[in-house]
């Protein structure tokens, strides 16, 4: 299906926009994003949304859900 968990609520992928995460501002915590995806997954780990991987240092990222 196209239903994911989040804190054991069920959402499907239509009913998300975007996902922000923030960093922490601090100097020494800015670059631990650097390498990172963000995977959207069901209840049986088919992913559903993989975001590009984030290449540089920011004090956010917005990723905007085109579901497939």
Same mark, same amino acid.
């Given at each position: 299906?196209?239903?994911?968990?989040?804190?054991? $609520? #069920?959402?499907?992928?239509?009913?998300?926009? @975007? /996902?922000?995460?923030? +960093?922490?501002?601090?100097? $020494? #915590?800015?670059?631990?994003?650097?390498?990172? @995806? /963000?995977?959207?997954? +069901?209840?049986?780990?088919?992913?559903?949304?993989?975001?590009?991987?984030?290449?540089?240092?920011?004090?956010?990222?917005?990723?905007?859900?085109?579901?497939?």
């Amino acid at each position: 299906g196209s239903e994911m968990c989040i804190r054991d $609520s #069920y959402y499907t992928i239509d009913k998300i926009q @975007s /996902i922000v995460i923030y +960093n922490r501002r601090h100097s $020494s #915590y800015l670059y631990r994003a650097i390498g990172c @995806s /963000i995977l959207l997954l +069901n209840a049986t780990d088919d992913i559903l949304y993989q975001s590009p991987e984030i290449t540089e240092s920011k004090y956010y990222y917005r990723f905007d859900i085109s579901p497939a």
